[in-house]
């Protein structure tokens, strides 16, 4: 490749980024700033800077009670289907990667078909299966469910890392007497610590922007989410386009804000689990 093909060939790249970036960047700087306007301002300058600013529809969200208590509900939920997700598919992927036994491939190419099975198929026999247990406004009723539907592409992830490590730790492991289960606990899972907070990133996010099954599971209002909630506050203040853009700005930051601490193991964990 010539040195002119090399600078058309970045030069691409950076317009596509920068393109990408905007498509990203401008509605989160809209919505941002269309929460510090007043519908009026938003009529007649939708993309100009607030004049004047009005941080009460902010302020507003963040002395209310309903907000937080969605807000923790939404934490709640995700750390916990991130434990039962992690704990069950780390263990999964260390059999699938570590031990030859029949049928192996077959159960988990099954494991693997599950990200081809869409999440709105199964929401009714879901939802009879939830009510026939009794798990209906009981938060159970979403973590259960979402760590089943994330259990593919973690188990992916972590077998794929898993067979990258090198064979002669695990039978040095076994000459220093560490049985299966010990070389597990207190090798492998230290070793894929950028594998594990991928895939906890990825559940968190997952489990934080899940709509249906709250909105399915949750009749009781008190164990609504953040999605629901912004559904609900949208259909509450339809009028109040700024209040709404201010309510749904709140309601991405914490996200966003975990997403930004972790996007450096998220970015070596999923390059080592490809290169592995």
Known sequence: MTGTQAHLRRTVLHVVSIAIGALIVVPIGFGVLGGFKDNGQLSTNPLGLPDPWVPENYLGILTSEVFWRQLANSTLIALATVVVVVGASAMAAFVFARFTFRGREALFTLFA????????????????????????????????????????????????????????????????????????????????????????????????????????????????????????????????????????????????????????????????????
């Open 113 to 276: 078909a599950g990200l081809m099975f869409p999440f709105t198929v199964a929401i009714l026999p879901l939802f009879i299966l939830l009510r026939s247990l009794g798990l209906l406004d009981n938060p159970l009723g979403v973590i259960l469910p979402q760590a089943a539907f994330g259990l593919p592409v973690t188990i992916i992830i972590l077998r794929s890392f898993f067979r990258g490590i090198p064979g002669e730790v695990e039978e040095a492991a076994t000459l220093d007497g560490c049985g299966a289960f010990a070389f597990f606990w207190r090798i492998l899972l230290p070793m894929a610590r950028p594998a594990l907070a991928t895939v906890s990133v990825l559940a968190i996010v997952a489990s934080w922007n899940n709509f249906m099954l709250p909105l399915v599971v949750f009749t009781d209002q008190s164990w609504w989410t953040l999605p629901v909630g912004v559904q609900a506050f949208q259909g509450q203040y339809a009028d109040d386009t700024a209040r709404v853009l201010a309510y749904v700005v709140l309601s991405m930051v914490p996200a966003l804000a975990f997403y930004a601490v972790a996007e450096r193991q998220l970015v070596a964990g999923l390059a080592g689990s490809v290169k592995g």
